[in-house]
């Protein structure tokens, strides 16, 4: 495996080109550093339409980035003519929501019924946190961000429907409100938090124990800010049981083209 | 007919429940002043999907507010359960294209498979212009917004496709500095402008004569800025030729229960 430090420097055309010949299986968190990071659902086109409806009914926990034409599997939008089916370092297929199979290559199980969503994700404004002086915890602490299901309901679409999915990440007040500003310039992943202080008011109990990803530290003085994360559209898919759907394995993710800076409006 | 002014101050399901009554049929511009309005365009099922994707892929012209269920006819997220069939004061019915009737009150063409999208307007950041002292010329002069085919192509979609279209509003370069600041903030309803200055570097010839709507007067010291245009997705599905398609009559829009100022993201 090539080290991490040299990737973090590449160009993402060069990433995906090593995770395309199984030269890179890890995390991509860091890598091609400054480039915007994807999600990734792929479902059967029977149920592309209530899929992409969800998305549109629930823009903040579900920003989509870009959708391929059925059976398409390259990306011609979010980055230049990379494979959806090599290009990701694991995928995770699910078999009526239950994980059936972890790869690195879905070549074997593509379909030409298949349509690819690429959904924004909340490592596209964390540099500017960062930039701005906003401890990113998870990241000091290298683990992974911590989430939480809400008592929040998405807004249904067919068979899809299911709980708003936050991540959390703590800081004082004076952050938060600095935190509200940077992360509003980016309302196309994500954008502004959703809640910020007591998490009860969301149905959380205890921030010690996430749904998904690690728990983090909150230091004195600080309190927890919530925004909604792209975790809430593959919940919602695996949720609802269709009989396949594939997405990337958690932290391994479609690097794209585009700077992250090219999100934020402001 | 009840007068202008009166429905100018009334309530967004007042003016709804008067034009369901058959006592406004005029356009809505104005009308519970500070609400936002919509476009409209129904499509029966088998198209639903393309054109969804189609609003994905060009968020900027068509910024999709909210899409019913199939064969639903009640708004229930713009509105508390307004009905699209009736609330409308015009309507135009298209058959493969082509205009073949209007009328004020759908009941009696409505279908199982029917899906109906409601689309953003620029007229929901416009009084964020008149606000920070920016003109907007068509107001002044009474007429409606012009609008013209670009040569920017917009990202096709199973049968959709076809160019951007625009709307331009004349102003000082100072002004424009504004505007883009002000429409920055309203990236929902079509955000900051996508050009200024050289009509021909879109591919206008002639701003005197607009492809819809009207022209306005552009004074001395004044540039055209343009912005995308919510007929943008209107051209497309005509251009396309579906069996059926039922559209607001141009001025005649969906008046949501939302405040303009709920679109803005600072």
Not at 78 to 96: G, V
Not at 191 to 201: R, T
Not at 239 to 266: C, E, N, V, Y
Request: glycine share 6%.
């Amino acid at each position: 495996m090539i080290d991490y430090a040299t990737l973090a420097q590449e160009s993402p055309s060069e990433v995906r080109h090593m995770i395309r010949k199984g030269q890179w299986d890890q995390p991509t968190s860091g890598l091609a550093n400054g480039h915007t990071q994807a999600n990734l659902v792929i479902l059967p086109a029977d149920y592309a339409y209530d899929f992409l409806l969800f998305c549109q009914r629930n823009p903040q926990p579900c920003p989509l980035l870009e959708v391929l034409d059925t059976g398409d599997p390259i990306v011609e939008s979010m980055a230049d003519h990379a494979d959806i089916r090599t290009d990701i370092p694991r995928y995770r297929i699910y078999s009526k929501g239950i994980l059936s199979k972890e790869l690195t290559d879905i070549r074997a199980y593509w379909r030409d019924d298949f349509v690819s969503f690429l959904i924004g994700c909340s490592f596209s404004f964390e540099q500017a946190l960062l930039e701005n002086g906003i401890p990113v915890r998870q990241i000091e602490e290298q683990r992974n961000v911590p989430m939480y299901r809400t008592n929040i309901p998405c807004k249904s679409a067919g068979i899809f429907s299911g709980p708003v999915v936050v991540s959390m990440r703590p800081m004082t007040e004076r952050q938060a409100i600095r935190a509200i500003q940077v992360t509003s310039r980016y309302p196309s992943v994500h954008g502004a938090p959703i809640h910020f202080g007591n998490p009860e008011k969301l149905g959380i109990r205890d921030l010690a124990h996430p749904d998904f990803g690690d728990a983090v530290t909150i230091r004195e003085g600080e309190i927890p800010v919530f925004w909604a994360c792209g975790v809430t559209p593959q919940a919602a898919v695996m949720d609802s049981r269709p009989d396949i759907a594939i997405t990337h394995a958690p932290g391994h993710m479609f690097i794209t083209d585009q700077k992250d800076t090219a999100f934020s409006i402001l």
